[in-house]
Structure formats: C-alpha cells, structure tokens
C-alpha cells in the first residue's frame, strides 16, 4: 500500500482509495437479487486485479507483483464478503464468533508431504489411524509401543475421533471439555439468526459460483452474469500436467513453443508438476494458438500429446479466484462449528437437476478433469467441512459410495496420480467402522467394489479364467490402478464387527458371494504343461497373477476373520464356498482313466493323472478358502456343536486333496529338477508360492487342506493316491521293479528325489499342528514356533525375523509379544546392528522338517544345532519335538503314522539303506525315515501318559514295527532293520537318532509293561539300553583321545623340522635375529642419544639431536625388491591422496577466491581452506608406479566410450587405485633419506647478530632480484654481508629420478590446492607444497588432542610415514624451483616478523591476518634458498630455524594477547602472582600501550597467563611435529603419553623456555621495536574495531553439527522447509548439510544451479562452498548419510539413527522410533575430520557398481 502509484493499472490505486467493504456490504444486504450483485461485483473487480500478463518478468518483480494481487484481493473482493457475513467489522464478528464456538473436538490437521505421521500399535483401531505431532507428544499413545511415519499428504491427524482409537482417543490439547454435553446438538443453533441467514445465502452463491467455474469445460466464454464489461482480446496459453511426459520432454518443447531460455522452461515444468497447470504465453488469441501447435505437434510423436488450452484472460482470472473462494471459505468456517455445518448442509443440498446435483456431487463426477491444484483446493475443502463434521461426513459418505463405480472409472481413465484423485478420500471414510457397515448395508459397498475390480480385469480365456498374456505397459499401469479397490476392500474389512444385525450378515454374505465370483476367475490361471525335448521360447507372464494374489491374500485372511466371529456367516460362507468349488471341480475326474492301487493289502479306486503330462496350474485360491474355512469350523467348535447344519457328508476327500496335491508334486518336481525347460517363470511362482508374503494362502492352506482330506479318508488310501500323484506307486508296490529302475538306469536322481520330498510331505501332513484348528495350540505359540525355527538358523536382528513372519492386515507380526520370552537381545556395537539369540531351553523344541524352513535354510539349521549339541556334550540326534494334541476334527490324523502302507514304505527304505550296494537311496530318505518312525514313537508315549490306567491305547505303533514286512517286500520287521542299522559304518551320522528311537522303544514297552501290572522294574528295563549307550560314551571318548595324542605327534614332528632348516640356514637367520633384538632393546629403554653429555631430546636448534646414522630399507609392492633409501639413489614413492579440506576452517562464508589471483603466501588464521595430503603407506619404486599408472591410463582409454567415466577414480585427474589395497590415491610423494646431525664446530650467532645478518642477506638479494628484474641501478647499494654470494648457482643433490618425483608431487599440490592447470613456472608451486605439509600437521595435531592420544607414538604407521615423507619433502622441495622465487618468498615471510631495509615489497599482512604456524614452516623451509649462498661454513641451519622458531612464537604471544577476550574465565586466583603471571601482564600492559584503548583492561594475570598458555599450546604441539619430522629427532618420554609434565616437555624438546614470556624479556630492546611494529600496522586496529575477521585462540575443533535425539524432530524440521527457490513448495527430499546444518532442496529441478560451467544439484554445489567439494548430507526422508566428493563420486553410508533393536531404517519402511547413537555420529565425524571421506566413497563404489552409475551431481 506504501507506493500505489508505481503499480501499473493506476485505475486500481484509485479504487483502494476510494474503496470501502463495508459500504459495498450495506448495499448487498439492502438489494433484492443478492447473486445479480454479488456476481456484478466479482465481474468488474476479478478481471482486474487477477493475471494481468505474462509470466516472463524478473524474479523480485514477480513477488512484488503476488503481493499487490494479494493486497488487491483481500481489500476489494474478500473483505466485502466477510463484512457481509459477519454484519460489521470481521476481526471483532470473527472473535466473537470464536467465543462462542468452544473448543474443537477433533484435531483435523491435514498433512502436509513428508510430515511425520505416528501411529500405535496396541491402540490404533488400524494403520490408517495417525496421529500429528502435537497431538502425539501430548497423548497416552507416545509411551507406548508406536510407529512412526512420514505423511504422502492429503491425509489428516484421527485425535478425537473415538471410533480410531481402542484406548486413549484424544490428546490433552483435544480432550472435549463437557463430556457430558449432548454431542448430538445442533451447532446451527449457536449462531446469531441473522449470521445464519447471511452465511447461509453467501456461502451458497460463492459454492455456486466457484463450481460452475472450476467445472467450466468452455475457453472462450463465462458463466452467466459473469461477462466482463469491457472484454479485451488477451488470452493465455495454459500447459496442463499428465504423469506420461518426463520433465526432459516438457522443457524441451516449450524452449521450442514459446522461445524461453532452459531456465524459464525449468521454472515452467515444476509449477505445472506441483500446480497442474501454467500459462507459458499471454497475448493474443492467435500469439497463442501459434505456441499451442508447436507443444501438440512435438509431443504427440512418442504418446498423448500435453493438454494445452488457449483461454480467456478473465476465465483464467476468475477461476484462479474461484480457488482463493474456496480456501476462504476452509478459513472461515475454522471459527465456528455452526458455519461448518451450513456450508456442509449447502454443499450437499440437491440442485434442480435431481440425482447428483449438489454442489459436492459436481465436483466430485468433474474431478478427473481439473487440474491438479484445482482439485488439492477442493479436496482440503471437503476435509475441512464434511469430514470434520460428525453427521456430514455420514452423508457424504452415503454420496461417495452411491457413486463409487462412476467415479473408479473415471480414476481409471486419469492419468494423474491416486493421491491428488478424490478416490483417495476412501481411507477417509472406510476405515470407520461403523461407516463402513452403514455403506455395506445400505449402499451394499462390498458387492459394489468387488463387481467395480472385477468389470475393469477384461482379459478372461475361454474357461473365464482372467489372463494375462500380452501384459502390455497400458494394462499394467491400469492393472496397478484397479489394485486400489483392493485397498478400498480391505479398508472395509480392516475391523470384524463386534455384533451382526441381520441385515449386516445378508448383505456381507452376497459381497462373500460376489468375491467367490472374483476367485473363480483366478482359479486354475496361469495353467503350465512340462517342456520335453526343448526349452521354452519366450518366458509366460507370471507377475501380475501373483501380483494379484499378493494383494487379495490379506482380503482373504480378513474374510475368514470376519466368518469366524459368527457361527450362522461361517457356516453359511462355508456351504457357498463348497458349492462353488463343486462346480469349479464339477469336470475333475470326467474324462480320466480310472485305476485301482494296491499296496500292502489295501485298495483304492481313483483315477490316471500325471502331474508330469498334463495341465497344472499353482492358482487355488477356492480350495484354500474352504481349507480355511474348514480349519475354522474346528477353531470354533462350529463342526462338533452343530454337525448336522454342514455339509460334511457332501465333501469328497478325494476330490478336495486332489489341486493342492497336483501343486505340492509340482513343486516337488520342480526341485527334482524334472521342469528345467520351463524357465524362469515357473522358479519364480514355486519360490513366491513358499514366500512368506503368499505362503498363509497358498502352501499352508494346501497343506491344511491335505490335512482335512487325510483326516476324512482311511490313511492307507491317502498314503497310495500320494504315492500315485509322486508318480511313486510302482516303486513301492513291486519289489523288484525298484531293480529294474536302477539297471534301466533311468534318472534315479530325480526319483531319490521325489522319494524325499514324498516323505518330507508326510511329516508335514502329521506334523503340522500349530495352527488354531488344527492343533490345539493359540495364535501365539504359531509365532513363537516361527521365530524358534528362524533363529534355530542363526541370530537375527528384528527387521530380519519381522521380514520372516507374515504381516496381518494390521501390519501386525505378534512377534513382539513373544520375542523375549524365546529369545535373549545383543545389542550392538558402533557398526552392525543388535541381534536376537534363542535361548538354551528352546533349542529343544527344534524340528528338522519344519515346513518353512528352504532347502538352504534347513541344511543351515541343522548344522548349526548338531554343532551346539556337540559344544554341550551331548549326542547329535536331532528327534522330532513333543507334538502338540491335535483339534477333534483332526483327531484321526495320527493313524497316518502306524498304517500299513506307511510302515511298508519305511521298511522299504530301510531294506535299501542294509543292502551294501545301495546306489538307490539316500541318506536323507534314511533321515526321514527316521523322522517319521520318532513321530510315530512320541505320539505312542503321550497317548500312554496322557491314558488312564484302564483306557487302551489304540496307538500301537511298537509292536507293529516288530512284525516282519508283508509281500512283495519280504524283508524283517522294521525295529529288526533299524538294530542291523545301528553299527552300519556307512551310517555313522544316524547312530545318534537310532540309538534315540531304539531307547525309545524299550521304554514304550516298559510303560506298557508297569500299565499292564507286570512288577518289572523301570530301571531293569533300560539298563542294556544305558549299557549301550555307555559303551557308545566309552568309544567316543576313545577316539577323541587318540586324535589328540596324534596331533601332538605331528606338532612335534613339524617343529624338529623347523629347528633343522633354522640349523641348516644359519647365517639367513643370524642377521634378522640381531635386528629384532636391536629393535627390542630399543624399544624397551628410550633411544639412546648420540653424545653421553646430552640427556635432554631436542628436535631442533644446535642442540637438536639427530638420526641420520638409521638406514632406511624398503620393499616396492610392485616388484619385490628392497631398497635403501637415498638421494641420488632409484627414487622410491609412497601413494598418496590429496585434497582440498574446510575441516579445520573458522570461516565457511569467504568466497572462493579466483585461482589465477589468490596469494597463497599468507594463510589467514581463520584456515578457511586448505590442502591435505594422506597416504595408504604403501611404497613403490618411481619407475614401477609409472609404469602401473601407465597401464592404468590405457586401460580406461581401451575402455568403449559409452563405459568411459563410470570408475570409481577419475584417470583423467591422475587418480589411480594403490595396487596393493586399492586406497584412492591421486600423486606420490619421494621418500627422502633422514635429516643430516647437526654440525658441532660451527658457531650459533645471538638472535641479534643472526637477525641483522639476516636481514643485511634478504636486503642485498631484494636489490639484486630489483636490479635483475627493472635494469636500473639504485642510489646505495646495500652491503652484501661477507662470503655471502648473490648469484651462487647450487649444486642438485638429488638424481633426476628423485628430481622428477619431487616436482610431480609438487605440481599434484599445485594443482588440486589452487584447482588450476600444472605450470611449472608459477612462483606459487612450492608455496603450496609447504602449505598441505603445514595443513595436515595441522590437522592431526587437533585430531590427536581431540581424541586425547599422546601426540608421538599413538599414530597408526601408514598416517607417521605420511607425515615423515611429507615434511622431508617439504624441506626438499625448494630445489626444485628456481631459487630466485623461493628466495622473495622468504624475504616476504620475514618482512612481516621484521622490517627490511631499503625493501620495496608491497604491504606485508598485519599480524592478526596469518597464521602463525604456517608461517613458521613456510620461513623454516625457504630459509635454506639463503643459508644456501653463505660460503663461509662457519653458520648452521640449526640456529636459524630456532631463531625463526623463537621469533614466531613471540608474535603469536602477541596475536594470542590482542585477540584475549574478557569473558573467558570468571574466577579469581588468590596468593602470589607467579613470574609468568607477572611477565605477561607487562606486556599486556605494553600492547595497550601501544594501542590506545583498543584492548579491555585486564588486571589479573592468572587469567591471562591460563589463557596464553592454553592458545598457544596448539601452535608448540605442531611445531614439535614439523620439527621432529623434519630433523628425525626422538620424542621424550613424557610426550608418549598423556600425563602431567607435558608442557614443560614440549617447551624442552622445542629448545624453549618453559615461561615463554622470557623470550620477551631477554630480548626485550630487541624485540621492543619489533611488537611495536606489529601494533602500529593499520590492519591490527582495523580488525580490533571489527573491521575483518578476527580469529581468537585457542581455535575450537570444529564438530559436526548436533543432532537431536529424537528423529521425527528432525523429519517435523524438514516438513516445514519449502524450497527456497519454488515459490513455498515443499521439497521433495529436503537433505541436510551435517557440517554447517544448512537445509537444501535435493534431487530436485527447481535448485540446480551452475557449478564449473554444468548444472548440478543443491547438494553437489553446496558442497564447494562449504567443504571445498567434499560434502556430508542426511537425506531425513530416506534416513540416509550420503558422502559426496566432487561431482562424480558419492556413495550413501549408514545414518546415526538406531531403533530399539539396534537397526537402521533406510527410507523410514519398518516405522519403529529412531533415536540417535552418539558412538555412531562419532565415528562419521571422526571420519570427516580424518579426511576419510573421499576413500569411504573409492571403497564403496569400488565394492559395489551400481553406485558408480549413480548421477551424484544431480543430488
């Protein structure tokens, strides 16, 4: 409002001015025609103040202009509105309205993408049910167990609703005030009469009017009363958005069509993804038409062309109004519940067309033709209104399901996504159960959905079996849309009614009716046939029918829940299920060849059907329903209560077991490997028809329904059509045929096979009993056996077990309410995560023949239980566990186990497994023989334990294995076969189990004995058991000793031998024994120094001692051979990695400076970015890595183009993999023989002396470099000191081979340092090797002091031969560059410390703005280009570099003095001042001197001195490293470890004094000049006055940033962040930078931005600036760490966040609570401040390629 007059339609301005609502309120509540009005109003003024032009203007000009619109709307068209409703000014009507409304019962918070959602497990009436943030933290539900997700969007928070919740419905914030108060008054009834009225007739002309709007199908016209007065020819071209073109597609058409740059269309395509629709052209109608054509003609090529609309300029305006409409009407109905109630009544009232007429009902049917914002507008609408109001959303539900079908169809025909369709309100709606009901009785909703599903799946065969066959991409993404029913479906089914009316249980049985139809079209899809003689051509579409049958599984399971809670629906369902499989069945055995089987005196009639020749199909799902169903009938007791209302009589055994049969011998087949021609696709359906998501309602139920036939039919003629099927029955049936077989030798494999998986199928049928019905067992102990079965494996961590147990439709395992009490927790340590581990006591209850375990898994288990059996010292039999008691229904089950033809069957294995050349069995068959007979054994003794003394038990499997077997097999009895059995060498791993059952047997027998009243003892009867069992122990025992007693031979044996070959090899071994021992001794007593005299160690000064006199012997990895290290010997080169590094940085906002311009000279204190350098350790011959690297390069050239660039290292960039242990390396660095000792006869010059020649030195080489470089003389030419020669040229002391490597490491650091081209000539290059030398100290020193190690002799090898190579490097390096250059920088870095005469350099930094130690290795390492032209030989480097030591340490007192702040320390030491205290209060005092009031005054000298020598102590660390490095001088004692007396040490082995201010104070009238000097540099009062960046000392260790313990904290953070650039659209993977805590928009269009001359993510370009191309993000939506280097390397790592159980969640898909694991952030910050992250990534791409095709730049 402050400059109307800039705005362009100035015609506007005038009308803010003279404008007044109230004024146009009064004259609609005084007109006649209210619409007319209302309408005639919204004509003049939308037009005007809406879409006035293009959207090409800049980008601040742009919100300028939002911002005017909005202004201009709330004033001239909304304010009126509300003045009108309101009656008179709307602040005070609307608190008003407020106070009088109460407190809202219902939260209602919609939820906005990615906001965290929280769900309880114990409480929640199903999933759907969330709770909002808020509401969650102030609930009961939080101390619960509880599940926490992020939102998709669209849904809202349940708090208050009672009907979501089992306990605790509302949080305190929602908890209804009057519980009392009569919920169902009106809330119409609260408002003022007149607000009524008005709101009334407002809201509906609004509704009305936004409407017919947003449903407006016509370009060029408007509705009725609408026309705008002056109608202008200006039009838009509007793009619409469809899921079918890629965003590549869209913006490369419209740079086409409208002539936009790559931005704009960037900009475009993201607002027409997120709005639905933009106006990319304004003018004209035919400007527009022209841009229209363009955009149809090149999209329609490859699909659909885009929507693209040219429309009026003021339909445009006032649809864009009709939305703002609709979103005031959401806001103002939030006042009061009584203007919710009206506007939901004037929705739903009907219009004068009758059925679908209301408002509501129009939008709705329109949906599938609005835009994609249009409809989010509405949508929240309708949540705000209807849904949030008790009795509405009753009606409205009504509406939604009378016209459910039409408005699936038209989702069906959308293209959008189900999220922005108003088919996704279902969830709103089906999942209240009482809702639910209502629909399913009134609107028959059940019946409609399925009919819905089943109408929109075509394609059906000529038996009206649905069909996939040519599953193009359109049926499947229409396949993937009609799966939305079947979530509609299970929304229905998700709660079983607690009563049934009668209306309820006819309503549900017709939807059960019309959902049989649905499974008779699945069953017997997919048919297959056995290939012979050649493979299947092309691969037959499986996917969707399992696709399908996936999603119907727990549809079915809820189906069965819901008949289970009333006896009349499950015995109804149950007979209409039958008669649908009688009819599905009806033409089974027609056509068939019937046979008849005999075996073992017994006979049956079925009929000829070979699984092998015929069709078979693995789709059941009738026969599974009715097994299902069946087992219920037992569960409830239905079938012995009411047995005469079923009909049992009806059912044929036969016919029930026939499919599940067919399907069970497939597999079987299958696994014989009888169908290997058939591909894939039939390995696939075998593996998914076990796997845990189908298994409930394909194999369980096909084993159950085997267990209803097997407990119907005599055993023996089950037992022979199983036999049958197996295509088994003549083995079994003629003796001598199983010869025959094995002379024919016809593939016997296969049949041994087929034998196991029979008899595997047997145990199961008898065996299975953990499931409620069949078993009389409770749903928990079935969980409780599957996790002692998982972990019977191997411990498993909790997301494995959860992935090994079905979900219910609740997304419930059970597994937490039995997991302790089978199993015991580990927890985890900083990498891996916590497992489960079983508990002694239940490895008992183990089965080998668990019916779950695969192959794999049960080879696995039992190896692992026998070798815990063998570690307790027990025998290794595994027995079958104690069964549990079979249900009624089942009961005859078990006379499986003793009938004939099964006892024929093992006694046919068991003849087999005696005869000696039994090439025509196996051991397994032998195993489950075994099985089956312990089975039979246990059953026996508990129906004898659980008789009484006078009952007979007609279970008498022991005395029938004891007669002998009958023809054709005429062999002994089976308990005679099993003792021939018991010595069998061949069998030694089944004696265990046999000597178990034959115990077993005697002690039947003994029971039966005492039952019987016989007076034999127990004891009597076992003991020649025991006694067999004994002398078993014995024999053991036996072996184990002689086995012990022969490795202790052989031990011997080996040993003298070696003791020969050292005899024999003597003088090899001489010389190694003496280097150990040397290295024993040296490291058991401190090193000796060289000189008796010297005790203290000295790293430098002319003190110093040295280590020259150690050799240095190395091996190259390449070839082997060992080498000393020299200086013109062969150069020897250590693989190295180096890299820019922000780690140590004070500074993240400094711009990066342009290379070509950056003086590196200088660094700042605040180490804003620097060059480190690390290594693997591993050395090479010079020659030898050439010629690898070589290779290396060709190698990646061969490589095809298309390949090139996907490595895990950038060739091109010099980086190579180490060939020994593949660390990422990019240069090498020389190894360099050790320090020289110092020179004892030289003199060491005074401080003084040594300065003022010094500085006559640097004064004569600046003239001559002048003179050299301008040609002019000067006036006086300064003295040149004597023997002093300017232009001495040096001798090399190092071959060219050493030569060469010192310039390629140079020019490695040169180039990544500075990320410029290599050039050779640039007086920068050997600055830049100081400074990764200096930078990497650096960072190791703060490394070493942050984890509290020692600072000598905690390094791993590989870090300390970095930094000895490194340093000696350093110190080498000048040669290599032309001595002039290193020489003006040593005049440079002394010209800060100490003036030049007659120097003409430019301005030298003040004090505050360089790092001192940098300073001091820079000086230390240019000195030697001076000391190298004094002939004299009477001076030696040594004192210079304790000078240049002494001098540095003074200025960086000074600089830590200027930079003390006040605040540090607040007590006050009493007693004496010390001398330190009192020395460096004088110069305190001295520097305030100096400067003026600068400096706050500080009387106390403890605190300053604490301070001092608390900054300095960093800088004195580094310095002992550099110097130790570089001289190869031994550390004291005191400074291997971490104890008292460190400083002292320090100072001593640095040849300084402990009071450090005595530097001052001896060289005061020296140094004096020098601090003032330092003082007066207009830089230090311009950084004191805040004028730079003051860095203060000690420098803290930078850390990552902190994170909160709670993770949905961090999700709610990232909810809330829009992107910056998007104008406050959510981002869609907001990634957070761990080390500055920036929030960036990642993986998205809308930020990319141009790095380097390529457009690349938000995260890749933040980290250039932030850590100088090494970045560490948390993704929060996929709770994942991702490391990215550069723009090509990146790789995800595991985030710090832990559940309970230890576990990680990427992508948050378990939903448990994450808390965070500081071990775990730690570790990743130990990481970055290594500098490991750059080899984490090489090592991860390198492990796994898939990461190397990842576009990391577009992150």
């Known amino acids: 409002m402050a400059e109307p007059s800039r705005d362009p339609p100035s015609a506007l301005s005038a009308d803010f001015m003279s404008f007044s609502p109230g004024d146009t ?48 709307l709330q004033l001239l068209l909304l304010a009126p509105l509300e003045w009108f409703l309101l009656g008179g000014e709307p602040a005070a009507g609307l608190a008003l309205l407020q106070q009088g409304g109460g407190s809202a019962a219902l939260c209602g918070h919609v939820f906005k993408v990615g906001e965290p959602t929280y769900s309880c497990r114990e409480c929640a009436a199903d999933p759907t049910c969330v709770l909002c943030m808020q509401c969650f933290l102030a609930s009961a539900h939080r101390h619960h167990r509880y599940r926490m997700t992020t939102s998709g969007g ?116 993201t607002t027409v993804d997120r709005d639905g629709r933009k106006s990319v052209r304004f003018g004209d109608h035919q400007f527009c038409e022209q841009a229209k054509a363009v955009i149809v003609r090149s999209t329609s090529r490859q699909s659909k062309p885009l929507r693209v609309q040219v429309m009026h300029s003021a339909l445009v305006a006032h649809q864009c109004f009709a939305l703002k409409a609709l979103g005031w009407l959401g806001q103002i109905i939030q006042y009061s519940d009584g203007l919710r109630r009206i506007l939901c009544q004037v929705g739903l009232r009907p219009g004068p067309e009758g059925e679908n007429s209301s408002l509501v009902d129009r939008l709705m049917l329109n949906d599938s033709k609005m835009w994609k914002g249009a409809r989010n507008v509405y949508h929240q609408l309708l949540m705000n209104s209807l849904l949030m109001d008790r009795k509405f959303k009753k009606l409205f539900a009504i509406r939604f399901a009378k016209n459910y079908r039409r408005l699936q169809t038209d989702f069906m025909e959308d293209d959008h996504d189900r999220l922005v369709s108003v088919t996704a309100l279902s969830v709103q709606l089906f999942t209240v159960p009482t809702l639910a009901r209502m629909l399913m009785v009134e609107e028959n909703l059940m019946m409609t959905i399925i009919r819905t ?36 479906l299970k929304y229905v089914l998700i709660s079983p009614p607690p009563q049934w009316s009668q209306q309820l249980r006819t309503k549900f049985l017709d939807g059960f009716e019309t959902f049989l139809d649905l499974l008779r079209c699945m069953q017997g899809m997919d048919p297959v046939v056995r290939q012979v003689g050649q493979h299947i051509e092309m691969e037959p579409e499986w996917e969707a029918a399992f696709t399908l049958q996936m999603k119907l599984t727990h549809i079915i399971t809820m189906m069965q829940e819901w008949c289970s809670t009333d006896e009349h629906v499950l015995i109804e369902a149950y007979k209409k299920c039958l008669s649908a499989l009688s009819q599905c069945q009806g033409g089974l055995p027609d056509g068939e060849q019937p046979i008849s089987l005999s075996l073992a005196g017994h006979t049956v009639d079925t009929f000829r059907y070979q699984v092998s020749q015929e069709k078979v199909s693995i789709h059941l799902p009738m026969c599974r329903l009715l097994a299902g169903l069946h087992v219920l009938l037992s569960r409830t007791e239905v079938a012995s209560r009411l047995p005469e209302q079923l009909p049992l009589g009806e059912l044929s055994p036969h016919l029930l077991i026939e499919l599940p049969l067919r399907c069970l011998v497939l ?47 005599d055993p023996n003629h089950f037992l022979m059509i199983v036999l049958s099927r197996f295509e088994l029955f003549h083995t079994f049936s003629a003796a001598d045929l199983r010869r025959r077989y094995r002379e024919a030798n016809k593939d016997l494999a ?52 959860v992935k090994a147990l079905p979900e219910n439709g609740n997304k419930e395992t059970g597994l937490e309410r039995v997991i302790d009490s089978v199993a015991s927790f580990r927890k985890p340590g900083v990498t891996g995560r916590g497992l489960y581990e079983l508990r002694p006591e239940w490895s008992k209850r183990f089965d080998l023949y668990f019916h779950h375990y695969s192959r794999a898994d049960q080879s696995k288990a039992e190896e692992a239980q026998r070798k815990l059996r063998r570690q307790n010292g027990e025998d290794t039999a595994l027995p079958p566990p104690r069964p549990p008691p079979l249900c009624p229904l089942f009961g005859s089950l078990v006379n499986l186990l003793q009938c004939d033809t099964l006892l024929a069957l093992e006694g046919a294995v068991l003849q087999w497994a005696v005869e000696p050349s039994g090439g025509g069995w196996t051991e397994s068959m032998l195993q489950r023989v075994l099985h089956l007979v312990a089975m039979a054994l246990l059953e026996e003794q508990q129906q004898l334990e659980s008789s009484g003394a006078d009952e007979d038990v007609s279970f008498t499997f022991s005395t029938r294995i004891t007669r002998p077997g009958e023809a054709p097999s005429t062999s002994g009895s089976v308990l005679a076969l099993l003792e021939s059995l018991q010595n069998a060498p061949h069998l030694e791993v089944h004696k265990d189990m046999i000597t178990w059952i034959l115990k077993m047997v005697g002690n039947i027998k003994t029971t039966r004995e005492r039952t019987s009243g016989s007076s034999v003892s127990v004891s009597h009867g076992r003991r020649p058991e025991e006694s067999v069992r004994d002398k078993d122990k014995a024999e053991r025992k036996r072996k184990a000793e002689m086995a012990r007693l022969r490795r202790e031979k052989v031990m011997a044996q080996m040993s003298e031998m070696q003791k020969h070959f050292i005899n024999e090899n003597k003088e ?83 711009g990066i400076p342009d290379p070509e311009r950056l003086d590196p000279l200088f660094m700042h204190p605040d180490l804003s970015v620097g060059v480190h350098t690390a290594s693997c350790g591993h050395i090479m011959h010079a020659t030898c890595w050439q010629r690898y690297f070589e290779a290396v390069q060709q190698k990646e050239q061969r490589r095809q183009q298309r390949l090139r660039g996907h490595t895990s290292y950038d060739v091109e960039n010099g980086e190579f993999l180490c060939p020994l242990c593949e660390c990422l390396s990019n240069t090498v660095i020389p190894l360099l023989p050790h320090a020289c000792s110092p020179d004892r006869s030289v003199e060491h010059p005074c401080l003084e002396t040594w300065l003022k020649r010094t500085n006559q030195q640097a004064a004569a080489l600046d003239s001559t470099h002048r003179k050299q470089s301008h040609g002019a003389a000067q006036q006086v030419e300064p003295a040149v000191p004597d023997r002093f020669r300017v232009g001495f040229d040096l001798q090399n002391s190092f071959s060219s081979g050493v030569g060469e490597m010192i310039n390629t490491f140079s020019m490695s650091a040169y180039k990544v340092g500075l990320k410029v081209n290599p050039n050779e000539q640039d007086p920068r290059v050997p600055v830049l090797s100081w400074s990764t030398c200096a930078y990497t100290l650096q960072s190791t020193e703060r490394l070493l002091m942050d984890e509290k190690k020692p600072l000598f002799g905690s390094l791993p090898c590989r870090q300390d031969d970095c930094l000895s190579s490194l340093t000696r490097f350093s110190s080498a390096c000048w040669t290599a560059a032309p001595i002039r250059t290193v020489q003006n920088h040593f005049i440079r870095l002394l010209s800060v410390l100490v003036p030049i005469p007659d120097s003409q350099l430019e301005d030298a930094p003040c004090i505050l703005d360089v790092d001192m130690f940098h300073l001091l290795v820079y000086s230390v ?48 030491q009493d007693g004496e001042e010390s001398e330190e205290e009192q020395l460096t209060c004088q110069l305190y005092g001295r520097l305030r001197d100096h400067l003026g009031r600068c400096l706050p005054d500080i009387s106390c000298g403890w605190r300053l001195w604490r301070c001092v020598r608390a900054s300095v102590l960093p800088f004195l660390r580094t310095a002992a490293l550099f110097f130790h490095y570089m001289n190869s001088a031994s550390p004291p004692a005191d400074l291997l470890g971490t104890g008292p007396g460190q400083w002292e040490a320090l100072c001593s082995y640095l040849s300084l004094p402990s009071n450090l201010l005595l530097l001052y104070q001896n060289q005061r009238t020296l140094l004096e000049p020098l601090i003032h000097r330092w003082c007066c540099h207009p830089g230090v009062g311009q950084v004191l006055h805040g004028g730079g960046v003051l860095v203060r000392f000690p420098r803290e260790s930078n850390r990552l940033i902190d994170l909160p313990e709670d993770y949905s904290i961090l999700i709610n953070q990232a909810s809330s962040f829009t992107c910056p650039r998007s104008g406050g659209d959510k981002s869609r993977a907001p990634t957070l930078c761990l080390v500055c805590g920036c929030m960036l928009c990642s993986q998205s269009y809308c930020c990319q931005t141009e790095v380097e001359g390529e457009d690349v993510g938000a995260c890749t370009a933040h980290t250039f600036t932030c850590g100088a191309g090494i970045g560490l993000f948390l993704r929060v939506r996929e709770s994942q760490v991702l490391f990215v280097a550069g723009k090509t390397k990146g790789c995800f790592y595991p985030p710090p966040y832990l559940d309970d159980y230890g576990e990680t969640d990427p992508g948050l898909k378990r939903g448990n609570p994450l808390h965070l694991c500081s071990e775990r952030y730690q570790k990743i910050e130990r990481l970055w401040r290594q500098h490991g992250i750059a080899e984490v990534i090489g090592h991860a791409q390198e492990a796994n390629q898939t990461l190397v095709a990842i576009d990391w730049q577009h992150l």
């Not at 696709?681 to 267990?707: G, P, T, W």
Request: glycine residues 6%.
């Open 25 to 72: 309120a009064s004259r609609w509540l005084a007109c006649a025609d209210l619409q007319q009005e209302v309408y005639c109003h919204l004509a003049e003024y939308v037009p005007r103040i809406l879409c006035q032009g293009g959207g090409m203007a800049e980008h601040r000009e742009e919100q300028r202009e939002e911002q005017r619109e909005e202004l201009a």
């Open 154 to 269: 669209g849904g809202f928070c349940d708090c208050g609703d009672a009907e979501a919740w089992k306990t605790g419905p509302s949080c305190q914030n929602h908890t209804p005030a009057d519980q009392n108060r009569e919920t169902e008054e009106d809330p119409v009834s609260l408002l003022p009469p007149a607000v009524e009225e008005r709101s009334c007739s407002i809201f509906s002309i609004i509704l009305q009017y936004a409407v017919d709007l947003l449903t407006w199908e016509q370009e060029d016209q408007l509705p009725a009363g609408l026309e705008p007065p002056q109608r202008s020819d200006s039009y838009y071209c509007m793009l619409f958005n469809d899921e079918v073109h890629t965003y590549e597609q869209v913006i490369y058409t419209l740079q086409k069509a409208v002539n936009c740059s790559q931005k704009e269309a960037v900009s475009f395509a």
């Open 1421 to 1468: 390492l240019s000195y030697s280009s001076l000391h190298s032209l004094d002939q004299s030989g009477r001076r030696s480097v040594d004192s210079a570099h304790l000078h240049l030591l002494h001098l540095v340490t003074v200025a960086h007192l000074v600089q830590v003095l200027l930079t003390f702040t006040t605040g540090e320390l607040s007590m006050d």
């Open 1068 to 1150: 090899l071994f001489q010389q190694s024994m003496e280097d150990l021992e040397a290295a024993a001794t040296a490291t058991e007593h401190s090193p000796p120094s060289l000189e008796p005299t010297c005790v203290a160690h000295i790293c430098v000064g002319p003190m110093r001692v040295g280590g020259a006199e150690r050799r240095q012997l190395v091996t190259c990895i390449l070839c082997q051979e060992e080498q000393e290290v020299r200086g013109h010997g062969r150069a020897m080169v250590l693989a190295a990695f180096i890299q820019r590094s922000t780690v140590l940085s004070k500074n993240r906002s400094r």
């Open 667 to 713: 597999c079987a087949q299958v696994h014989a490997g009888m169908w290997r021609r058939n591909g894939f696709s039939l390995i696939n359906q075998i593996y998914y028809y076990h796997n845990v998501k189908c298994r409930v309602e394909m194999f369980d139920k096909d084993l159950a329904m085997l267990q209803v036939g097997a407990s119907m039919m």
């Open 453 to 488: 599903f089943v109408d929109q799946l075509r394609h059906r065969d000529a038996q009206g079996r649905f069909q996939f066959d040519r599953y193009t991409a359109q049926q499947a993404f229409k396949f993937g849309r009609v799966q939305s029913l079947i979530g509609d």
């Open 750 to 801: 296969q049949q041994n096979t087929l034998i196991e998986e029979m008899l595997h199928l047997i145990i199961m049928v008898v065996g299975e009993r953990y499931v409620p019905g069949v078993g009389q067992v409770e749903p928990l102990d079935e969980v409780r056996r599957e996790i002692l079965h998982q972990l019977c494996i191997r411990p498993m961590a909790h997301s494995e077990l």
